[in-house]
């Protein structure tokens, strides 16, 4: 019934598609045209409205819209914290590597040589402590080790 859908290419590209849209049970998604089960986000906003406007409980919306409870509760969250937008199935968190500029790479090569004593932990705190930015003690490390292989 789903296999060929010309809004199919579409919703993957941005992030809201439906991988089991058969899951979705709800009369709404059964009886109007309009209520798409391959449109991830619609399916989202349609249960959580189920449940606020209509009063239906957590574990009935989770099930009529095929997903579990923990995914009603994510979800709610992520809708009260960013509207419509939260709905996208998107990766949460940080969006890549946070770079070592030059300048606190140069910090720290400094600091290694003032203080070959530091531990990764500790030369990350005081990189937090002095230039205010926080970076994991592995991180450090690394950078650390790279400097001393490199001289």
Do not use: C
């Not at 989202?44 to 819209?65: D, I, N, P, T």
């Amino acid at each position: 019934m789903f296999k060929h859908h010309p809004k199919r290419d579409y919703l993957a590209t941005v992030g809201a598609l439906n991988p089991h849209p058969e899951d979705v049970h709800a009369d709404i998604f059964q009886h109007h045209r309009f209520f798409d089960p391959l449109d991830k986000v619609q399916v989202k906003y349609e249960m959580l409205r189920a449940h606020a406007a209509e009063g239906q409980s957590v574990a009935f919306v989770a099930a009529a819209f095929g997903f579990s409870r923990e995914t009603f509760y994510q979800t709610w969250h992520s809708f009260e914290e960013s509207g419509t937008a939260g709905l996208r199935d998107e990766k949460r968190g940080r969006r890549g590597p946070i770079k070592l500029t030059d300048e606190l790479v140069d910090w720290v090569r400094q600091a290694a040589a003032e203080h070959p004593e530091w531990s990764g932990a500790m030369m990350a705190k005081r990189l937090a402590e002095d230039k205010g930015v926080v970076f994991h003690r592995r991180t450090v490390e690394r950078l650390l080790a790279e400097v001393k292989k490199n001289g």
